[in-house]
């Protein structure tokens, strides 16, 4: 009897556990039945009603979507590939692709803003997608939201982006106040960008970011970015090579403010964490992480463009002089930035640098350039506590 009773409770568990998790397909076409039921009738991966019964699937439990093997380039050549309104707090939605789910961007076509779009979104999975091709595009991947919705823990995990040349702003990123809790895992970035392009734009409030050991390797912008109060920023364990100068040097990791006469005015955040990363050059270059600010001072409260007088602080005063300057013109807490244990190159000119310029018609106050600030920053072994939150 006992034995009879242990069989049931299993075959109990393994049914419960098997109408848990909802897996659904689709294809760069759809094949048979075309409704995403099985892999032979899976759906076509740009049908608007196949998604909204994904959704309507998720009130009720967690949905795998398979993308089979092929090329998904219709996200370019026909339209974004958008996946809006989706997700549910606590059942996930995954995006599942294999080595082969391709996403081209073919040489050829008109120029595009944006090829996959995930926009007021919550808990998803993005799991081996791979882009490449050489069209020209915006933005590749870009996670953002409405000020009413948001967009909030998404990771993207195991995807690449390779050989790239006509990607003008980013090939992913993040973007908007009610964006946050986006994860970069175990990513691939290589050859973004010819002229300009950068491979993470991050921009205006975006937060709680996190780019976990991935690789990046080549482009002529910043290879991470994250301008404009984009707050709350991880990078650890992550690899960063150069082996081409561009025709700027560019730091590697950016945290940069532009204001002008009349429009947006661009603050910086305060919380960061670049630990455990390597950064690889084979040229001479300025330096690996930097603060820098360009334009005009119409920040409340602040003075981003230095007096002569300020500018010497920077270059030539103590660490609590400077820490003082920074918190009081740019709003910087160097306590709360952390940066530990990463490898840079014996040839750096600068590790961690602020910088600021009168650009966009401003007028200087005495000082522009770039200061070594790496004295400033907290090297603590102690992680804060939104780091701790972002690893688990």
Not at 92 to 114: C, D, M, N, Q, S
Not at 181 to 192: D, E
Not at 211 to 240: A, H, M, N, Q
């Amino acid at each position: 009897m006992r034995k009879s009773f242990l069989l049931l409770a299993v075959f109990v568990f393994v049914n419960v556990a098997g109408i848990a998790q909802v897996s659904r397909f689709v294809a760069p076409h759809g094949v048979g039945k075309a409704d995403g039921s099985t892999p032979k009738d899976a759906a076509d991966f740009l049908d608007d009603k196949f998604w909204a019964g994904v959704q309507q699937a998720l009130q009720k439990q967690p949905v795998t979507v398979n993308f089979a093997d092929g090329d998904y380039q219709r996200a370019y050549t026909e339209r974004t590939f958008v996946l809006q309104d989706i997700g549910h707090p606590t059942h996930r939605l995954i995006l599942e692709g294999t080595p082969k789910t391709i996403f081209a961007v073919p040489a050829g076509h008109p120029y595009k803003p944006l090829m996959v779009s995930i926009k007021d979104a919550v808990n998803m999975t993005i799991r081996n997608f791979h882009f490449t091709g050489e069209g020209a595009v915006r933005y590749v991947l870009r996670v953002s939201s409405t000020k009413k919705k948001g967009t909030k823990n998404i990771l993207l995990e195991n995807c690449s982006w390779t050989d790239m040349p006509g990607v003008i702003a980013g090939a992913a990123g993040t973007l908007h106040e009610t964006t946050s809790h986006i994860t970069f895992k175990n990513c691939t970035f290589k050859r973004i960008g010819s002229k300009s392009g950068l491979m993470i734009y991050n921009a205006h409030h975006s937060h709680h970011l996190s780019v976990i050991d991935s690789y990046f390797e080549d482009c002529p912008g910043d290879f991470v970015r994250f301008r404009d109060k984009v707050d709350y920023v991880l990078v650890s364990g992550s690899t960063f090579v150069r082996t081409k100068l561009p025709r700027r040097l560019r730091a590697f990791i950016s945290m940069p403010t532009f204001t002008n006469v009349k429009g947006r005015v661009e603050t910086f955040g305060t919380n960061y964490a670049f630990v455990n990363n390597t950064f690889v050059d084979h040229n001479t270059i300025r330096s690996a992480i930097a603060f820098h600010h360009y334009g005009h001072n119409r920040n409340p409260g602040f003075n981003y463009l230095l007096t002569e007088e300020e500018g010497k602080v920077l270059t030539g005063g103590t660490a609590a002089e400077k820490k003082a300057l920074l918190l009081k013109n740019f709003g910087i807490n160097m306590d709360s930035v952390r940066i530990r244990g990463n490898n840079f190159p014996s040839h750096l000119d600068n590790k961690v640098v602020v910088g600021s310029f009168a650009r966009l018609g401003a007028e200087s106050k005495g000082w522009e350039g770039f200061a070594d600030i790496l004295d400033t920053v907290n090297d603590s072994s102690e992680p804060f506590d939104w780091e701790v939150q972002a690893t688990n």
